[in-house]
C-alpha cells in the first residue's frame, strides 16, 4: 500500500470523527417545544431525543386523569417526531455547511448555532 494513500485515509477518518464531535454538540444545543393538541401539556424535547421539560397547565386540574393521559400521550408522540425532525434538519445542514466550508478550503470545522423551533400539535 501506498504511505500517501494511508494518509489520506487516516485524514478521511479523522475528518469524519469530527463531523460526528460537530453533529452531537449540536444535537445537545437544540431544543423543540411541541405541545398536546389541547394545550394541556407542552414538552421541551432536544434534537437528541432528551426530554428536557414538561410543562402541565393548571388548568389541567379540572380535567380527569384519562384526558390528561391522552394530553401527555399525545405531546410525548409529538416531542419524539419533533426529535426526529430535529436530528434531520440538523444532518442535512451539516451536510450543507460541511461542503461549504470544504469547497471553500477551511476543512471540516463547521459549528451549528443554536436553533429553536416551537410545533403546536
Known amino acids: 500500500m501506498d504511505e500517501a494513500w494511508i494518509e489520506q485515509a487516516i485524514e478521511r477518518y479523522q475528518r469524519m470523527e469530527r ?5 452531537d454538540k449540536a444535537l445537545a444545543k437544540v431544543d423543540v417545544t411541541v405541545r398536546s393538541p389541547d394545550g394541556l401539556v407542552e414538552i421541551v424535547v432536544g434534537a ?3 426530554i428536557r421539560e414538561v410543562v402541565i397547565i393548571d388548568q389541567a386540574h379540572d380535567r380527569s386523569p384519562r384526558d390528561l393521559s391522552k394530553a401527555v400521550q399525545a405531546a410525548v408522540t409529538a416531542a ?4 426526529q425532525w430535529a436530528r434531520r434538519k440538523l444532518q442535512r445542514d451539516l451536510r450543507r455547511l460541511s461542503g461549504s466550508a470544504v469547497a471553500l478550503g477551511r476543512g471540516s470545522g463547521v459549528a451549528l448555532g443554536d436553533r429553536r423551533r416551537t410545533i403546536h400539535e
Open 19 to 23: 463531523l460526528v464531535a460537530d453533529f
Open 48 to 50: 437528541d431525543g432528551v
Open 80 to 83: 419524539a417526531d419533533a426529535a
